[in-house]
Structure formats: structure tokens, C-alpha cells
């Protein structure tokens, strides 16, 4: 039986890793916040004491995907030094032990480490520039795992992601189409919409098979934030409020957003023999998910 450490467990991706551990694996979950509901709560993993006492409550382990992550990318812009321990610090320890252990290390990054200026979807070894306090700090975070455990660590940049927990754009889509009449929603930047129900079995194949280095993993397509909006009110049947597209200059926010940051998940998909879903079939099988779990619920 494999023994994979999974952080951020109770977030909307690692909860979604430890739904999908494959057979054959258990995924022992740790989290940040004290009333997480996993088995290992309340660790700082930026602290290099709290992370060696967790590992030796956990046992032996034969990897780690590392979730967790400071994710207000606007609050970042505030809070850098937060940010920085959470997205760069607790790789470096966290990537420090394993290699200390000999085992792999997958860490999931991000788009905004790229600047957006490109016109064709970006490459791993493309040049990276992040506009923002949160790309900066996840860049920090892929550059020291990857120092402190060269042969072992696997960064996996995502983007634009959503999944049946946590907060994310399809829910608060509509949550506003409940409430008002009319909507309006940036239009001139570009991504891939995401599911973690697609992410995390490709996350799961990485840290089994795949060799130390970067990938891209992002749905496959592309979209801008409208076209995402318009298809979450669509797939989800709600009709009668309108979508109104505008630009970035009319929606301003404290953090830049790349205007251009599709992935090109090539390496990935030979790695895996296929590609994640293309991102508006894999939104309607999370509306469906998500409707299914709502009647439960009832």
C-alpha cells in the first residue's frame, strides 16, 4: 500500500486529491487550519520543527502532492510576506524533506508566473515574468522545492479552477444571476477553465509516473472570463439575466492578471496518453456533480 501525504487537504483541490487517490493508495491528509476535518490538523508547514513532528506522526511515505497554497491572489498584493511563507517557504521545507527521504514531490503552481504577453499557449520552459504578488511567490515556491529536491520534485502549473468545494467563479456566477438582473464580466483575458475533477487523477499520475520537472495541466480550450460565465449560466439552465462583456480596465482589481496565460499541456497528455477534458464538457459534468450533490442534500 502507497502512503501519499496530500496538503491542503480540506481545500478545493486537495479534498478533491483525496477523493481520488487511486486504488492501491492511501492519501494521509494535513491542512493548515486546526478544525480541518483530516487527519492532520494544524500544521504550519513553513515551519521546519512542525513539519518534522508531522512526519513522524505520519510514518514512513512514499510521496507528497502539495495543495496548499495562499490563493487571494488580490490579498497578496498586502499581505506578500503571508504569501511568500505559505507559496515559498513551505515548498522549500516541505521539498527539503522528501529529499532527505528519497521520495517524490509533486507542487502545484499557477499561470501567473507568466506575464501574459504571449500570443500562443505557454510552454514550460517558456520565459516566466509574473505581474503579481501571488506569481511571484509561487515562482519563489517552484524555484526552491525544485533546489532542495532537484530529482524528485514535479511542479504542475493550473489555472482558472473550480470544484465541487471552496469558493470559485462557477458558484459565484451564479449566486449573482439569483440576484441581479444583469451581469458584467471581463472579456479581454484569456484562459482554461479547470476542474479539479479533472486535475486531480492528473495530479495522481504525476507523482506516479511522471519525471522531476515542470507541466502544464489546464482543461483543453480556451476561454475568457465572460465566455466562462456565459456557459456556467447556460450548461445550468438559468435563463433571463444578461451578460454584459468588459475589459479588465473597467473590472480593476490590486493584483495584475495575466491578460494571456492558456498552458500548453502536451507533455502532460503524452505523459498520460490523453488530455484533461475540454474545459465546457468538463464544467457541465461539474454542474452535474454539483446539482446531484444539492438534491442529495434535500
Known amino acids: 500500500m502507497k502512503r501519499v501525504l496530500v496538503t491542503g487537504a480540506s481545500g478545493m483541490l486537495g479534498s478533491q486529491l483525496m477523493l481520488s487517490a487511486p486504488i492501491g493508495t492511501q492519501a494521509l491528509g494535513t491542512d493548515l487550519r486546526s478544525d480541518a476535518p483530516v487527519e492532520f490538523a494544524g500544521v504550519d508547514l513553513a515551519d521546519e520543527a512542525a513539519v518534522d513532528a508531522l512526519l513522524a506522526q505520519v510514518g514512513a511515505i512514499t510521496g507528497v502532492i502539495h495543495g496548499a497554497a495562499f490563493t487571494a491572489v488580490d490579498l497578496a498584493e498586502e499581505r506578500e510576506s503571508d504569501a511568500k511563507r505559505a507559496n515559498e517557504d513551505a515548498c522549500r521545507v516541505l521539498a527539503s524533506r522528501c529529499a532527505s527521504r528519497s521520495i517524490p514531490i509533486v507542487v502545484v503552481s499557477t499561470d501567473f508566473v507568466f506575464d501574459g504577453g504571449g500570443t500562443r499557449p505557454y510552454r514550460e520552459d517558456d520565459t516566466v515574468r509574473p505581474l503579481s504578488a501571488y506569481g511571484r511567490t509561487k515562482l519563489a515556491g517552484e524555484k526552491a522545492a525544485t533546489l532542495a529536491h532537484p530529482k524528485g520534485t514535479r511542479i504542475v502549473r493550473t489555472q ?29 483575458q484569456i484562459g482554461s477553465p479547470t476542474s479539479t475533477l479533472e486535475l486531480a487523477p492528473a495530479l495522481w499520475d504525476v507523482l506516479a509516473r511522471g519525471d522531476a520537472g515542470i507541466y502544464h495541466a489546464a482543461c483543453d480550450g480556451q476561454a475568457s472570463w465572460f465566455e466562462f460565465a456565459c456557459a456556467t449560466l447556460e450548461l445550468s439552465g438559468v435563463r433571463g439575466v444578461k451578460v454584459a462583456p468588459c475589459t479588465t480596465e473597467e473590472f480593476p482589481r490590486p493584483a495584475v492578471r495575466p491578460r494571456y496565460s492558456v498552458l500548453d499541456c502536451s507533455k502532460l497528455a503524452k505523459l498520460r496518453g490523453k488530455t484533461l477534458a475540454p474545459w465546457r464538457k468538463a464544467l457541465e459534468t461539474f454542474l452535474a456533480v454539483s446539482s446531484q450533490a444539492e438534491q442529495h442534500i434535500k
Open 160 to 188: 482558472w479552477l473550480y470544484g465541487p468545494r471552496g469558493k470559485h467563479f462557477p458558484g459565484t456566477i451564479l449566486k449573482l444571476a439569483s440576484e441581479r438582473p444583469e451581469l458584467k464580466v471581463v472579456h479581454d
